[in-house]
């Protein structure tokens, strides 16, 4: 069974939409990482939230994650044809050898 | 900075064959790592290995092995490979709390 739920597996938006990616996990995370994957490239880092409450913001892509460290939400605002890829939610439990990953979200932006 | 290279990009593998992935990095990072990833289940881990010398059993380890005979290299070796094991396979290393991921393989078994 997946450690981490995403959703939605897929999401298609008109260009200028905003939109949200949600990663639920059933246990407390210790560290909750987002990365983007362009198709048939390599996994490029986004973010990684620690703190309960806590907010990153870069570009136009905001990543939150729960007071209960539980739930991490990723926002894209204002979406362009570049954001397109897959997105991935992964989470340690401290060290990096049970490190998790969602099955992942898969965005198109369509001009 | 390479960070970490990956080879090949890709291979098309006839089943029963061995075949070695390589995975090299340049950060000098101590833990290393092996996923697979396919489509629906996310990235996998297959096996790892903390530092040099020392290696560990992922989620999906079956099929594989790994040697970290020094911390810049972590080979991986498909003894005789079955069609199951056609994926996308990614090295990643971690230090820090971060985690560095090669751009990938892509194996088809046939």
């Known amino acids: 069974s997946q450690e981490l739920e995403q959703s939605p597996q897929s999401l298609i938006v008109q260009e200028g939409k905003n939109l949200t990616i949600n990663c639920t996990s059933s246990?407390?995370?210790?560290?909750l990482y987002w990365y983007k994957q362009k198709y048939g490239e390599g996994l490029i880092f986004l973010m990684m939230?620690?703190?309960?409450?806590e907010e990153k913001s870069h570009e136009k892509i905001t990543a939150k994650l729960d007071e209960k460290k539980q739930q991490s939400s990723l926002h894209i605002t204002a979406s362009q044809p570049s954001h397109a890829g897959i997105y991935l939610c992964?989470?340690?439990?401290?060290?990096?050898?049970?490190?998790?990953f969602g099955s992942g979200t898969k965005l198109n932006v369509k001009p | 900075i390479a960070g970490i290279t990956q080879a090949p990009t890709s291979q098309i593998l006839a089943a029963g064959r061995r075949m070695t992935l390589r995975c090299t990095q340049d950060?000098?990072?101590?833990?290393m790592y092996w996923y697979r990833q396919d489509l629906g289940l996310g990235l996998r881990l297959i096996h790892y290995?903390?530092?040099?010398?020392?290696?560990g059993k992922g989620e999906v380890p079956d099929g594989y092995s790994v040697s970290r005979a020094n911390t810049d290299d972590f080979p991986l070796t498909l003894a005789s490979a079955v069609p199951s094991q056609t994926s996308v396979y990614f090295c990643?290393?971690?230090?820090?709390?971060?985690?560095?991921f090669g751009q990938g393989t892509r194996l088809t078994v046939v």
């Open positions: 246990k407390t995370l210790y560290g």
């Open positions: 992964g989470a340690d439990k401290g060290n990096f050898n049970k490190f998790y």
């Open positions: 950060m000098r990072h101590n833990a």
């Open positions: 990643a290393s971690s230090e820090g709390g971060r985690a560095f």
């Open positions: 939230l620690q703190k309960g409450g």
């Open positions: 290995s903390n530092t040099a010398g020392t290696t």
